[in-house]
């Protein structure tokens, strides 16, 4: 942990395995169900929403992966993106049954 | 920033960089030489070299002319690239069942002038440029996917730079000309990122929904549409009519084609036939708006009595106009020539970010190290050199490949194959060569004797160029053949700028 606090310069280019194999792995699904999700709530009409749940796949992709990168263990960021996920799907599950 | 926070990111930067980076840097470099598809036609196609007047050429005749050559077709569809000032001829796309029940696509080529039947061998160099940045010659749809990929690693590597180099003013204006090679490479990497960083947000931003929006429908659709991509499609494209199986004759084509140019006041690109011969027949005309980001509309008409149907665009809802903008913004064709310009320099400035990113990494890394530890580094730099400085090198020698190889039979596998081994000798170039400044700058000047020598070759095999004046020479030749002039001679006076300092190899 103390490691953690104060980097040596020779962490500088070391990434935690851990964290990227989980952003890898995670966010493409957290991406996609989280702009869907964001894309809920637009109060729009149906062909609106597939249009900005679209445009906003690639930035909530790159978000999920920077936040999981920078995540301070491997478990919060494999359980929070998982979170993110479960979420998202649930939004866009319930979404589409109550539409 | 926290210390932690600030190394994870810088890390994070590097190796999304190292890793992919010289993909991105084929794609960047690909796609800003891609841009001008349209414009080197004529510089390609010698045979097309004529002057188009808009108001008089007969798509009708040609169209039926082309369906009566082949009466065993019957196809749904029909496609039709119409002329244009760069690329003057009409090409009609169908397909047809063979004898084997095999759908074959057919191709066919008007010179609309004449109405002569051209004979094209495939739109061998421009084609094969544009498909390596819009797929990477891989099968579809894993070279799409894989350039969509890569825009999202371009996005990841533009954030974490952003937020690592916070001070985005302050490295607007520093390059410290005078100071250690490696603060050069430094500062020319910060200030190309700096400068170009809302264009390259925005191409990494927009290629990336290009190569995923397949992917992308199909997801969107599971939910919204209970998994029917198609509906989704019709959502974007509108619902084709379908054929009813009556015959009734087809109205005038060019009729048709004046009412939609009348309508829109802009060229016309594309045209889609459906159903021809029937009583649902269909023509769908898209203009291509020259001047705007808005969404090119389709003017879509009956074929039975060329009434005028509607005008359906996908900019008709405030999402639909943020996604139509995406083609024009990611190809920069809502600016005309001096736009694509400007996209290719920036376009080269982004494959010279992923380059001078390699070499500060190598340079920092190898520093730190023993010299007996320094040979990997050493020969990323090296491969980084000869696959960056080789791609300048095997574009130019797919440009003689087009005026040299002989034109009968498929040319595009030629052209490949004479690019990746000029590109495999200049990475060898490289990795052999004892000081990779060495390599390069030899790969680099023998580009420059090509990119100058190319408008003589075209000069001499075609009849026409620069130096050969003709009645059917004209500003597109020209135009392209000063390109490559100018091209040649910048990198002249770069090799010229970069032998100034001599600095001594660092790693």
Known sequence: MARDRHPSPRDANRLPTAQVLGAVLLAPAVGMFLAMALAAF???????????????VPIAWV?????????????????GLALVLVVSLGVVVADAILR | MRQRTALRLYALHSWTGVVLGLLVFVLCFSGSVALFYDELH??????????????????????????????AAKPSAIYLTLPVEAKPLLDIRFYETGADQRRKLVRLHYDVTTGRELQIHGENLGRFLRNLHTDLHLPNPIGRYLAGLLGIVMLLSIVSGVILHRKILANLFVFRVHRSTQLKWSDAHNVIGTWGLPFHIMIAFTGALLGLSTLL??????????????????????TPPRAVGHAVPMTNLDSILDDARARRG???????ILNWGDENAYISVQARADDSLDASPEHRYWLRDGSW????????????????????????????????????????????????GIRVWTQRRASRLPEHARSPHRLLLKATGGISAGMVLATLCAFYANKILPTEGEQ?????????????AALVCCLVSTDVGRGVRLVLGTSALLAMGAPAVNALTTGQGLFIRTASTNWWVDGADLALLVV???????????????SPPEC
């Open chain 2, 266 to 272: 802009s060229r016309l690109e594309y045209a889609t």
């Open chain 2, 42 to 71: 004529q510089w390609e196609h010698p045979e097309h070299r004529t002057a188009l007047d808009e108001n008089d050429y007969d798509v009708d005749g040609i169209v039926r002319h082309a369906l009566a050559s082949h009466p």
């Open chain 2, 412 to 424: 595009v596998f030629a052209i490949g194959a004479v690019y990746f081994l000029g590109w495999l």
């Open chain 1, 42 to 56: 637009v109060p729009a009409s149906q062909e609106n929403r597939i249009f900005i749940g679209g445009l906003l």
């Open chain 2, 309 to 356: 149907d509607e005008t359906w665009s996908l900019g008709r809802s405030v999402g639909g106009r943020m996604y139509a903008a995406i083609t024009p913004l990611h190809y920069a064709t809502y600016g005309g020539l001096s736009l694509k310009i400007l996209y290719a320099f920036l376009g080269f400035a982004a494959s010279a970010l992923v380059v001078t």
């Open chain 2, 217 to 238: 429908l199909s997801v969107l659709a599971l939910f919204n549409f209970q998994g029917d991509v198609q509906a989704a499609r019709q959502l974007l494209a509108g």
């Open chain 2, 488 to 502: 040649g001679l910048g990198l002249l006076l770069g090799l010229y700028c970069s032998r100034l300092p001599n």
């Open chain 1, 63 to 79: 978000g999920a992966m920077v936040w999981g990168v920078l995540s301070r263990t491997p478990l919060r960021c494999w359980c």
